[in-house]
């Protein structure tokens, strides 16, 4: 579960102070499925990088499955980021150096798991997501769909209690994008809470909540 | 992350670009391969010529006429006193002085037979032979007082193989500087010292060398003392000595221990200075490693943004980029230790006689401060990667 509480966000652009988020408060269930939507500049971006501990709000408090993330040092909120957090990125962010399997093996590495306990959880996720024949493949070798496949694979890793997704379709034609937001919406029905932050007014409507964000508030 | 991982995500960083890694290597490579050979030189030459003088023996005192300070031979002008035989047969009656051998050193002519030879003629007394280790090859050397004035020489290696040949020179009579003498032995081979040949010499008793070059000073006394003599106060009883004698301090003491710390100290300074010299070559290695490692962070900035993301924190950044160019100078300094036994290689075809010296000591030394010019190379770079803002990074293409 996910309580903001007052947040703001100012950032100095020049001489002007920009308004990011102005006391933007929201509750989310564990397990909910939502669309944040709003022009470029809305603050929506702001809003996923202080959830997902890449920022933090110039004052208010997150808390995040009971813990005060607001409150917490630099070393706790990476520990956190990596337990309870996965991202979905626009352009999927593969190492290209690493093979499907690798990529998605890399939080787990980052975390210093041990190999043994890592072979099994990135099994599971490999054939959970149909992938288990392109394990060896590197990126360049993979279509954008199932590159966007092994990006979700390596957020679902870890079995975080969240996953944001910021445009996780933009560079997908349609048939590959619809595939991907089936799998992203499979994963919530499964219980993880789902946040997509898109421009795409289809992609929101499917959530079952829609934020709209203006000037940093939510409308 | 573990080492493991971290040394797996290291290596694929590095072999991922590996033409390019190769030639930031190279420049290290280069680096290491002259500062280890130009200091292996060094040594090398410094051993050699420390070699050649300890040869002479480890207790020797050499005593000169005039004080340290003055320079230029004892001319008319001159209030130093000649230092004479009676000189050093007195600093033979000191207690712990094994052996006394008083030197005058000139060059001339030597003929046997119409065959004539320029070289150096010694004056010497009867211990030189064992003070100095020069082993008596045939015959037998100078035998008596040292003040003795006898006709007779013994012939260096080169000297008699000049003049005699393979016959024998013993009891053969020779012209010195226009004197007869006869020979009564000869000196085993000695080789070269600095430059010059110790083998084209001739030894006379010094008093026939003192009348021979029309000199009332010795150049010098060699004094060989027992094992259990203290060298200090050796040192100052000699004085006490040759103040008696002369009424004043006027002759300088060199110990073996004085002339081997000088020429160390000089040929420390000379190994330190090529040293210098190799060092600007790995100099420029550790900027081609930094200059790759600040190329490297631009290119990999979205992937750091990636990491911190998914969990890396700042340290963890650093140290995977220091752990980079670590691996790159530790590449470089292996193959500047293969480019090095190549090169030394040539080096003995091309020059046999050149002493080089190698130690495992200064081969793991080259290897450790690769690593340690890689890691200083490294932290800038790898700082930038570490501060980068995760937010911004991950927006770069």
């Known amino acids: 579960m996910i309580e903001l509480k007052h947040l703001e966000k100012k950032f100095h ?31 929506k971006s702001t809003l996923m990088n202080i959830l997902g501990l890449l920022d933090r709000a110039n004052s208010g408090d997150y808390l995040l499955d009971g813990i005060n993330a607001s409150a917490l040092g630099e070393a706790e909120r990476t520990r956190l980021r990596s337990d309870k957090i996965g991202f979905v990125f626009q352009s999927y962010h593969l190492v290209p150096r690493l093979t499907a399997r690798e990529n998605v093996e890399l939080p787990m590495m980052l975390s210093g798991i ?17 992938l288990m024949d392109r394990a060896h493949h590197s990126p360049n070798q993979l279509s954008g769909g199932q590159r966007q496949r092994v990006a979700i694979g390596r957020a679902i890793v870890m079995k975080p209690s969240i996953l944001l997704a910021d445009e996780p379709t933009g560079n997908l034609d349609s048939k590959s994008g619809e595939e991907v937001t089936k799998l992203l919406e499979s994963l919530n029905d499964e219980g993880i809470t789902l946040m997509i932050v898109t421009h795409d007014p289809t992609l929101g409507a499917r959530a079952r909540r829609q934020l709209n964000m203006l000037d940093g508030r939510i409308v | 992350m573990n080492w493991v991982d971290a040394g797996r995500w290291v290596i694929s ?16 490579a280069v680096g290491i391969a002259s500062v280890t050979l130009l200091t292996a030189i060094g040594e090398g030459v410094q051993h050699y010529v420390l070699d050649s003088f300890s040869q002479f023996g480890a207790r020797i005192i050499a005593i000169n006429p005039g004080l340290k300070e003055t320079h230029g031979s004892g001319g008319l002008l001159s209030t130093v006193r000649p230092l004479t035989l009676r000189d050093a047969q007195a600093l033979k009656q000191l207690a712990g002085v094994e052996k006394v051998v008083p030197v005058v050193q000139g060059s001339g002519t030597v003929e046997f037979n119409h065959r004539q030879r320029n070289g150096v003629i010694l004056g010497v ?29 013994v012939l260096g290696y080169t000297m008699k193989k000049e003049l005699f040949g393979e016959t024998s020179p013993l009891g053969q009579y020779i012209r010195v500087g226009g004197q007869r003498f006869r020979v009564i032995g000869t000196i085993e081979e000695k080789g070269q010292m600095l430059g010059m040949d110790l083998d084209d010499t001739i030894y006379i008793p010094a008093q026939n060398g003192l009348q021979m070059f029309n000199r009332e000073s010795l150049m010098e006394i060699n004094v060989v003392f027992s094992a259990n003599t203290s060298l200090q ?35 420390s300074i000379l190994k330190l200075s090529v040293g210098a010299l190799g060092s600007i070559s790995l100099l420029v290695g550790a900027v081609g490693i930094l200059a790759i490692m600040t190329t490297t ?38 193959l500047g230790l293969l480019l090095l036994f190549m090169l030394t290689g040539v080096l003995h075809m091309a020059l046999p006689g050149l002493p080089v010296t190698f130690n495992v000591f200064f081969l793991g030394l080259a290897l450790f401060v690769s690593a340690l010019i890689g890691l200083i190379a490294g932290v800038f770079p790898a700082g930038q990667a570490a501060n980068l803002d995760p937010i911004k990074a991950l927006h770069e293409e």
């Open chain 1, 13 to 43: 652009i020049g001489d002007q102070v920009v308004h990011a988020l102005d006391d933007v408060s929201l509750r989310i269930e564990q397990g909910e499925y939502i669309a944040v939507m709003g022009p470029s500049g809305s603050g």
């Open chain 1, 114 to 130: 041990p190999v043994k306990q890592r072979k099994k959880a990135v099994d599971d996720v490999l054939d959970k997501l149909n």
């Open chain 2, 13 to 28: 960083s590095v072999f991922s670009h590996r033409f390019r890694s190769l030639l930031t290597a190279l420049g290290m």
């Open chain 2, 125 to 153: 007394g009867p211990d030189m032979s064992e003070a100095w280790n020069f082993k008596v090859a045939q015959g037998r050397f100078f035998s008596g007082d040292l003040e003795d004035a006898r006709p007779t020489a």
């Open chain 2, 233 to 267: 106060h050796l040192e100052k009883s000699i004085m006490q000595l040759m103040i008696d004698r002369h009424g004043r301090e006027d002759v300088t003491l060199t110990t073996q221990n004085d002339m081997l710390e000088s020429m160390d100290k000089i040929l």
């Open chain 2, 297 to 334: 962070v631009k290119e990999r900035t979205a992937e750091v943004g990636l990491l911190r993301a998914l969990g890396a924190d700042k340290k963890t950044v650093l140290h995977l980029f220091l752990g980079e160019a670590i691996v790159l100078a530790l590449m470089g300094g292996a």
